[in-house]
Nanobody, 115 residues
Framework: QVQLVDSGGGSVQAGGSLRLSCAVS????????LSWYRQVPGKEREFVSG???????RHAQIVQGRFTISRDDAKNTMSLQMNSLKPDDTAMYYC?????????WSQGTQVTVSS
């Protein structure tokens, strides 16, 4: 059974940093496209950052230059380094794995940024 367990969320003041991690079990991540999404109550889940198996990364414009996504295939983990956090970054963050029609989600970790 594939499981994604994310961690690292918490509360931070504006301008601070957090690092989210996602540990995967039940399969190897090397073939998967890995990404982070976030969601606030009443809004759709939105793409934040993604990284392909070849290391190519993509970020939403609103986090470009502040967030960095990475993967460690040997450890079966992915991370999201979030710097210069803003109150608008407050959300539940989810990690996701995709490979063709298959995709998996984590349970989410809350990030709260106060002004």
């Amino acid at each position: 059974q594939v499981q994604l367990v994310d961690s690292g969320g918490g509360s931070v003041q504006a301008g601070g940093s957090l690092r989210l991690s996602c540990a995967v079990s039940g399969t190897t991540i090397s073939h998967y496209y890995l990404s982070w999404y976030r969601q606030v109550p009443g809004k759709e889940r939105e793409f934040v950052s993604g990284i392909a198996s070849d290391g190519y990364t993509r970020h939403a414009q609103i986090v470009q230059g502040r967030f960095t996504i990475s993967r460690d295939d040997a450890k079966n983990t992915m991370s999201l380094q979030m710097n210069s956090l803003k109150p608008d970054d407050t959300a539940m963050y989810y990690c996701r794995m995709e490979w063709g029609p298959t995709n998996y989600w984590s349970q989410g970790t809350q990030v709260t940024v106060s002004s």
